[in-house]
């Protein structure tokens, strides 16, 4: 009964390529997020959806795309990898307004060679 | 500003007490939060305070909010050697899509 679930854990792929990551929630939350941790563990969020609509996009490259289908799900397309895009990404969701927390998957680690 | 620091590192006997410090500059932030990420994982909120508290005690956990200095501090009792993980402060702010989280700060918990 996982809260916040993405696939997949481990990605390791070549420059170039193109990927997704998937993120799924069972919360009923209305608001989700992708974060960036890099090798230092700092977290930066990328994007925020709310109901399925883009609120957030923190300068971000165009080669990443966020597609939010349904209220439960948020995927992470990114075009043309590069070494740079190597991390965890982590998916989260939360409830607006209640100001309660944010939920967080078990993060992607992505790995670009 | 969103700026939320932490000090990287900070390491402890077990048995002792832990203080891990952060610094916020946003002073429109509603909740603050701390949160625990072992390694290979995701983060586990660990506990939460309103802005307009001032302390919070969770068991092991105490959290104490200096608004006017926007200074938090989560001080863990009786340190155990399963506390070993990264702590991270993170802020809402409020009417906003979004959690800043500081820098991290590595718990290591000497037996």
């Known amino acids: 009964d996982t809260a916040v679930s993405q696939t997949p854990k481990y990605l390791v792929t070549q420059m170039g390529n193109d990927k997704s990551i998937k993120c799924e929630q069972n919360?009923?939350?209305?608001?989700m997020y992708w974060y960036k941790q890099d090798s230092k563990k700092f977290l930066k969020i990328m994007f925020s959806?709310?109901?399925?609509?883009?609120?957030i996009n923190e300068t971000v490259p165009n080669r990443f795309s966020p597609k939010s289908p349904d209220k439960a799900h948020l995927n992470l397309h990114i075009n043309s990898l590069e070494l740079g895009d190597s991390a965890v990404y982590f998916c989260?969701?939360?409830?607006?307004?209640?100001?309660?927390?944010?939920?967080f998957g078990q993060g992607t680690r992505l790995t670009v060679v | 500003g969103e700026d939320v620091e932490q000090s990287l590192f900070l390491s402890v006997r077990e048995g002792d007490s832990s203080v891990i410090n952060c610094t916020y500059t946003?002073?429109?932030?509603?909740?603050l939060y701390w949160y625990k990420q072992e390694p290979g994982a995701g983060l586990q909120l660990l506990t939460y305070?309103?802005?307009?508290?001032d302390m919070k005690q969770d068991q092991r956990l105490t959290v104490l909010l200096n608004k006017k200095d926007k200074h938090l501090s989560l001080r863990i009792a009786d340190t155990q050697t399963g506390d070993s993980a990264i702590y991270f402060c993170?802020?809402?702010?409020?009417?906003?899509?979004?959690?800043?989280f500081g820098t991290g700060t590595r718990l290591k918990v000497l037996a």
């Open positions: 989260a969701s939360s409830q607006f307004g209640q100001n309660t927390e944010a939920f």
């Open positions: 919360l009923g939350h209305d608001t």
């Open positions: 959806y709310n109901n399925k609509e883009l609120i």
């Open positions: 946003d002073s429109s932030s509603t909740y």
């Open positions: 305070i309103f802005s307009n508290m």
């Open positions: 993170a802020e809402s702010i409020a009417g906003t899509y979004k959690y800043i």
